[in-house]
T-cell receptor, first 112, second 114 residues
Framework: SQKIEQNSEALNIQEGKTATLTCNYT??????LQWYRQDPGRGPVFLLL?????KEKRKERLKVTFDTTLKQSLFHITASQPADSATYLCALSTGGGNKLTFGTGTQLKVEL | DADVTQTPRNRITKTGKRIMLECSQT?????MYWYRQDPGLGLRLIYY???????NKGEISDGYSVSRQAQAKFSLSLESAIPNQTALYFCATRGKAESTDTQYFGPGTRLTVL
């Protein structure tokens, strides 16, 4: 069955450092990989999407890489700030209106 | 105003009661989804609808039913609530023209079944 793994342990980093979150998947050939941010008690908010034929995508301080051979995506936040503290979810889909499959998320804490 | 709204935001009920959670959207999207979120399990799809006449079961539909009253409204019902249905429930939408499957979520409903 399809499986998406994100590090279940919280990631604590110091303000100004780069946070790197990992998303691994098995038994899946996604056309799209997406990253969402979720704050406590709130719904997930879309951040970035990367297509299967793209290696890297950037948006302001965010960078996503996608390695379909390793079946892995890395999500980077550079110059991290306490306001970046949240849970980050990766989600995969095959496109064409098919369902999104979500990972369980990784909690990021950025400390002063 | 929020594009996707959910009511109620919090609900406490008792075992055996019938509960309805409502979702409305102003994004003009035709596709709507209901998820539940539990600690350590992530988001799991309950039901989804591609339009008013197209309702589909997700991976955990047992114990739930849905109604798509209009393009903008999608309700989730628990016919006879049980404690293991205690969870955060999210509604989401997606536009038909959106080829990348990106979804837009409501703020969630926290449901507690005693």
């Amino acid at each position: 069955s399809q499986k998406i793994e994100q590090n279940s342990e919280a990631l604590n980093i110091q303000e100004g450092k780069t946070a790197t979150l990992t998303c691994n998947y098995t038994n899946y050939s996604p056309a799209y990989l997406q990253w969402y941010r979720q704050d406590p008690g709130r719904g997930p908010v879309f951040l970035l999407l990367i297509r299967e034929n793209e290696k890297e995508k950037r948006k302001e301080r965010l960078k996503v890489t996608f390695d379909t051979t390793l079946k892995q995506s890395l999500f980077h936040i550079t110059a991290s700030q306490p306001a970046d503290s949240a849970t980050y979810l990766c989600a995969l889909s095959t496109g064409g209106g098919n369902k999104l499959t979500f990972g369980t998320g990784t909690q990021l804490k950025v400390e002063l | 105003d929020a594009d996707v709204t959910q009511t109620p935001r919090n609900r406490i009920t008792k075992t055996g009661k019938r509960i309805m959670l409502e979702c409305s959207q102003t994004k003009g999207h035709d596709r709507m989804y209901w998820y539940r979120q539990d600690p350590g399990l992530g988001l799991r799809l309950i039901y989804y609808s591609f339009d008013v006449k197209d309702i589909n079961k997700g991976e955990i539909s047992d114990g739930y039913s849905v109604s798509r009253q209009a393009q903008a409204k999608f309700s989730l019902s628990l016919e006879s609530a049980i404690p293991n249905q205690t969870a955060l429930y999210f509604c989401a939408t997606r536009g038909k023209a959106e080829s990348t499957d990106t979804q837009y979520f409501g703020p969630g409903t926290r449901l507690t079944v005693l």
